[in-house]
Structure formats: structure tokens, C-alpha cells
């Protein structure tokens, strides 16, 4: 069952700009992580958020978690080329498991040098 | 350098045979994972294991089947009776009361 929906499917950027992707879910969560997929490679674990927390930091990432909207978001600043992947947002729901993570479709970044 | 492994990188498949995708990881981990992750879909649960001898099923665990003999390693078997094996399959692993999940490179599957 595919819990997270990550908005837009595909973003297009240059170098320098900012990238933000959002992610909506649907049901209560214990925690909300965002992984990153370079072309056919593994996910690579970027930041979790929990249920608690509103904004994270990680470097040029920050996150953000709205429980009221069942909503995220991933602002990547000063993109660069290397920052060109997939990002996936993944919820810990409470119910049915929280150890188990429910990925969403993800987001296509290009950023264009 | 701990991690977790996937072999081989990429595998075919006749139609009508089992195959197994090796997943062994040296990060003490006690929770490992199966993805099967088709183009436009996401991830999608397969099975998982949160201690050795003990499994469940994910979302999509018909015609696959896993092990869980060493704390290290999570074997996953596509069998005949999957009808769309063609996929990248992701193998993951997690540490007790940490949420984040650790993956492999992933095994491409493909029938032929």
C-alpha cells in the first residue's frame, strides 16, 4: 500500500536554485524519512523527522513536517549537479508497524549545470 | 567498511524457474527488508524480518519466499509462481531503535 505522494513527479532546476519537494501522506506516523536514489543504485538515508518535530536541518537539506496536513517537505538549497537523483519520502506509520517503512513513488531532480 | 550486499547486480531468469537473490550484511543489524521496485511505482514491501527464524509478509509476498537462518544474511527466492518478476529488487537492513534503513545496491531481475 503506497502511503506517501511525492509533489511534482519531475523537477527540472539550475545549478545554484533551490529545490523543494513535497510529500503528502495519509494516515498518523511516528516518523517521516527522505532517501535519495542516484540511477539504478540503492537508496541512500538523507534525514528522518519525527511525529513531534516540525523543521530539521541536515547540511543544505531542511525538512519540514505539518501532522495537522499530513504533509512534508524537502527544501534542497544551492542545488548542484551531484544533487540529480530520485527522492523518496517514507513514513513510519503508527498503526499496522512502525517498523515497517511505506515509500512513496518519489521525485525526479535534474539539476542542469 | 560495514554494509549490506546485494548479488549478484543483475540476473536473468527463464520463465518457469526459481531463482535467489543473495542479501548479507555485516552491520549487526536485526531487521532486514525486501523491496521490489517497478518504474512509476515506488517501493513495495515484499517480506521482512525483524529477528533470525522470524518473518513476515509484506504487501506483495505472493510468489516469493526468504529465510532467515543467520542474523547476517536474508536470502529472497522468486519463484515460478510469480507471474512479473521483472524488476530492481532492494534489499535493506535497520537497527533497533533507529528508524533510518540501510540498502544494498539492488539486484536486477529480468525473465528472458
Known amino acids: 500500500s503506497q502511503q506517501g505522494e511525492e509533489d511534482p513527479q519531475a523537477l527540472s532546476i539550475q545549478e545554484g536554485e533551490n529545490a523543494t519537494m513535497n510529500c503528502s501522506y495519509k494516515t498518523s506516523i511516528n516518523n517521516l524519512q527522505w532517501y535519495r536514489q542516484n540511477s539504478g543504485r540503492g537508496l541512500v538515508h538523507l534525514i528522518l523527522i519525527r511525529s513531534n518535530e516540525r523543521e530539521k536541518h541536515s547540511g543544505r537539506l531542511r525538512v519540514t513536517l505539518d501532522t495537522s496536513k499530513k504533509s512534508s517537505s524537502l527544501l534542497i538549497t544551492a542545488s548542484r549537479a551531484a544533487d540529480t537523483a530520485s527522492y523518496f519520502c517514507a513514513t513510519a506509520p503508527t498503526q499496522g508497524g512502525s517498523e515497517k517503512l511505506v515509500f512513496g513513488k518519489g521525485t525526479k531532480l535534474t539539476v542542469n549545470p | 567498511d560495514g554494509g549490506i550486499t546485494q548479488s549478484p547486480k543483475y540476473l536473468f531468469r527463464k520463465e518457469g524457474q526459481n531463482v535467489t537473490l543473495s542479501c548479507e550484511q555485516n552491520l549487526n543489524h536485526d531487521a532486514m527488508y525486501w523491496y521490489r521496485q517497478d518504474p512509476g511505482q515506488g517501493l513495495r514491501l515484499i517480506y521482512y524480518?525483524?529477528?533470525?527464524?522470524?518473518?513476515q509478509k509484506g504487501d506483495i509476498a505472493e510468489g516469493y519466499s526468504v529465510s532467515r537462518e543467520k542474523k547476517e544474511s536474508f536470502p529472497l527466492t522468486v519463484t515460478s509462481a510469480q507471474k512479473n518478476p521483472t524488476a530492481f529488487y532492494l534489499c535493506a537492513s535497520r537497527a533497533t531503535g533507529f528508524g533510518g534503513y540501510t540498502f544494498g545496491s539492488g539486484t536486477r531481475l529480468t525473465v528472458v
Open positions: 524480518s525483524q529477528i533470525v527464524n522470524d518473518f
